[in-house]
């Protein structure tokens, strides 16, 4: 960051920067760092408007379309459960008064990840020693989102002492209040399996047990055993026993573990309704009973009989569950095989039931909303403002950074059509032509842009798995002619002037927009300048991928003129003779790649590196043009070459083939373009952690940091503003990376590491390729971004959530004009002729108060009386707004929580929610009803 992007950092009121940060918490991947969040909810915190914004935002985040209060959150409880760690250490109090609503707007294991998180941040050294002999030891699957148990084999890593964050550490009483909630919630569900209910929490599913991880989660377990079970003595053992007999019993009664039934031979007792949407998506080969290989798995009736039950229900969708993630969706259509038609079918359906459960929420909110305004007294033609008469218009960015995207992009294009299709069905129904048969739809278009842009139709006939590959192809085809086009204007001119053009005479079509933003500074401004007079609804999707953040950005790339300068830093020594092969047999078809693929210039120069006093220790070929055959020839029988040889003990010199590729990239350094740096190894450099540190009276950690700082250090900070990437061959190479990362951390970036293993040729080419194409830049629109709302996330509830906005705008629009009418009627017309006065234009929404207006829902409410309950910190003095009730069903989803009159009283509610509080829970004891939901 230069030094006047600084000054104007810190000239920012702390409102101005809590305003950015909340518009980055709304948008963060799912493994962003904890230093990341910590950073933003200090600043957010900083701020009296903002500070009570932030557990709502949190809550909002963790929301998704099965949680027990129906909302559209993005569900990443990655990001929900990070920030609440975060709040946590500045704000205890009012962290732990916010773990029970991420089970009431997620499910318990967000509570044990907690736990996870925490024992993970408590041991950072131990879990990076744990780390370095997972790596080569065989683990167990992973139980929750936060490893922190490495054993792996029983005899590996039991001489690491780990410290459980219940025990000691900064999240002592975060540990214990989670303890204690899964305590409460197993008391409960354990009496009302006594008292005849059928139905329990899940919390039994998620709680921590010996079993879950041989480490620290069994330390959590022990401590919730005790509690369960004062007065049973201290005998470790047999408090497990008995704790594993209460949990066993509650997931017995718990109909929604279909692996425990597979599991113990009662595939005959799993009824469809049963399976959950993330055990349909990975467990459909278990359910069809087919192994790997496609053949059948068990020779069991009871497994076949399941296999024709699954597959008759997915022959109407509405018996499937409906899809959560639709990342995960699009990834396992991208990748299913044509004629795996089993799984094709449950695919199918899966697509199939998100469509029909969008349509009919977005049909009821329909009729709930004309239902308003009739009696509003409004007429036909203004309630007609509802109808879906017109399509979604979509852009989708197809530059080098989205590629990785296209699959989920292709399933979001499909999934909008077909879910406007449906909205429009009875309208079509009508609409017969002169032979009395239903008129065709009418073809779907959506536009690709880079540098200019490109209209293609949107397929509507084939199977699922058809259309999106029929997208996919055409986004990749396309971007060899739109990125082949050099354009001198601002990248998103030639998109917004073809928007403009395509909702002219359509104002109720909306505009949603699906890039990652790397530019979205320039992008706001344009839509200011450019689209704010259009009136139509702009929405922007945010497609980033899930990886660490870069905050620093590429002040050199120049996007009218792409420009791509790779470096191969290749180990040559007698365990890399493969990847030699490989490097010799694909570097013409990488280079081509980059440069058709991406549309972009590429040169190419490489360094081939030994050890000390090897034959060839250090070699390099200097700069070749991509579309230079002679110079491509040259480079590719300079690597034809190389010998593998040398490598006489575990380490090599690294640092002395990063030394060499700083000599090519000052030859570089006055060119506009993306630097990468690709290092190719199999072991680490010297020093890490043994092989010869101080070789010839030298430190060679330092040197091979000091040489990476050169590399990766920004121009005016003394370095050359290179990327560095690190094709993993095998394990080891940990500790290298992370002193790596440490130089780095300062300049904003980090080393890129993608494991390459012994892949094959094809393989090699395609992980360096998707590699280079996936540095991406996190950026979101700043919080004054005229007409922009920023989302992110790939939960199936945004696709409502987008869908309800507009619909919910129009309204808006609607009232806001008639009431301009009706005071328009009242004013003096004479004066208003004199003055010349025009009726002042509506004010688009920022961006910032789109995301306000996201939180405002009712659901919410209940976290904001606790927030006034807090008695300490920053939330002491917040006071919820005295007409801020709560409806019979936020109280209900309170109570489905586990959270009792006693907890209200002891809190301080204030008293008329304490009063419908008990009202409800009268109600549903009377009706039968007080059973807890999962």
Known sequence: MTNGNSDETENKSADEKAEEALMKASTLSRDVSMEECHKLVTTILESAKYAPVLPVLICHIRNHEKSLVEGQGTGERNVAERLAVALYLCEPEMGCALLKFLVLFGSWKSLLNILCLCDALNNP????????????????????????????????????????????????????????????????????????????????????????GRDLTALHADKIARKLFPNEGDDKYHLRKLYRKLRSQLNQANEYLPDRKLALGKADELQMHQITAGYF?????????????????????????????????????????????????????????????????????????????????????????????????????????????????????????????????ALLVVLFHSIINKLKEEERAEAMDDDGDQKKMTAHECILFHQTTQTIPVPVTGTIRQRLSTLVKSFREARLTVDGQENGENEYTSLLQTLKSKVTGRPKAPVLVCSDFSSSPEFANAVEEQFADVGNELCCWKLSKPTRIRSRKIVSWNSAKPQIDLCICLDTTGSMGGHIENCKSEILNLLNDLMGGGGMSVSCSFVSYKDF??????????????SDAAGTESLRQFITGLAPTGGEDYEEDVAGGFEKCIDLMKKKRDQSSLKLVLLIADAPGHGYPHGRPKYGGVDQKERLRKAARKLAAAPHNGGLGCELMFAEIASGTTEMCDAIDEVLEPEGTFIDRFEMGHAKSSVFREKIVASVQEVVSHAVAPPTAVGLDVISGTDI????????????????????????????????????????????????????????????????????????????????????????????????????????????????????????FEEVLRGMMTEGAGKMSR
């Not at 090897?614 to 991509?626: F, I, K, R, S």
């Open 797 to 916: 509830g945004i696709c409502e959530r987008l869908l309800a906005s507009r619909l919910s705008n129009r309204l808006q629009q609607l009232l806001e004009e008639k009431a301009e009418e009706e005071a328009t009627e009242d004013e003096d017309t004479e004066m208003k002729v004199e003055s010349g006065e025009a009726k002042p234009k509506k004010a688009l929404p920022t961006a910032l108060g789109n995301l306000l207006g996201k939180l405002e829902g009712e659901a919410y409410n209940m976290v904001r009386h606790a927030m006034s309950t807090v008695k300490t910190g920053v939330y002491a003095s917040y006071q919820a707004p005295a007409d801020l009730g709560l409806s019979k069903a936020s109280v209900s989803s309170l109570i489905k929580a586990g959270i009792t009159m006693e907890d209200m009283v002891e809190n301080g509610y204030p008293q008329h929610i304490q009063e419908m």
């Open 281 to 409: 998506a990975k467990s459909r080969k278990a359910l069809l009973n087919r192994n790997k290989d496609g053949e059948e798995r068990y020779d069991l009736e009871s497994r076949r009989d399941l296999r024709r039950r699954v597959l008759e229900a997915a022959a109407s969708p509405q018996k499937v569950p409906t899809p959560s993630d639709l990342q995960q969706l699009a990834t396992d259509i991208n990748v299913i095989v044509e004629d795996d038609d089993e799984e094709l079918i449950l695919l199918q359906a899966s697509f199939e039931k998100a469509v029909m459960v969008v349509t009919d929420r977005i049909h009821e909110l329909q009729n709930t909303l004309k239902g308003m305004m009739m009696s509003l007294s409004m007429s036909p033609e203004e309630m007609g403002v509802l109808d879906f008469d017109d399509d979604i218009l979509m852009a989708i960015d197809v530059s080098p950074s989205q590629a990785y995207t296209f699959p989920l992009v």
């Open 125 to 212: 050294e131990a879990i990076k020693q744990k780390a370095e002999r997972k790596a080569t030891a065989k683990t167990k699957k992973r139980k929750t989102d936060y490893d922190c148990n490495y054993g792996g084999e029983k005899d590996k890593g039991d001489d690491i002492k780990l410290n459980s964050a219940a025990e000691s550490g900064p999240y002592k009483d975060l540990c214990h209040d989670i303890h204690d909630y899964f305590v409460e919630q197993l008391k409960r569900d354990k009496a009302a399996i006594d008292a005849g209910e059928k139905k329990v929490s899940n919390s039994s599913k998620y709680a921590p047990h010996e079993r879950r």
């Open 613 to 626: 006093r090897n034959q060839g220790h250090l070699e390099t070929h200097d700069w070749v043009d991509a």
